[in-house]
């Protein structure tokens, strides 16, 4: 699916609650293009366990919505993929939404969310 999204010129931007060490070689590993994810405030060299950013849930969406106005992208020209409850907000800001695997809980809202699950 990622090769086809970039052979049709979409960049493939990973989205994750997880902090960047844990995404960067996950995204490396599949071509992404860019990163949106927690950011964790690091105090001499250490994490202190608190967030500059978080994304989960309105987190995820306010990101997504911030790198398509830097980028000068409509939302409605996106594509996102999803799996849990959380990924809602991010689902319903873009123009075309996917579930993927969904577990229980998100299986139950596909409908009143229009997703469609692949």
Known sequence: EIER??????????VSGAMEDIIYPIGNIIGA???LCSEPLV????YTGELIQQSIGD???AL???FCQTHHIDTN????YGDHISDIPML???????VVNPDHEMRKVLNEFKLNEI
């Open 5 to 14: 999204l970039k052979l049709n010129g979409f960049n493939i931007v990973l």
């Open 33 to 35: 293009d860019f990163y």
């Open 43 to 46: 105090s001499d060299g250490r």
């Open 59 to 61: 987190g995820k969406r």
């Open 64 to 66: 997504v919505i911030r």
């Open 77 to 80: 020209d996106c594509i996102a």
């Open 92 to 98: 319903t800001a873009v123009g075309k939404a996917f």
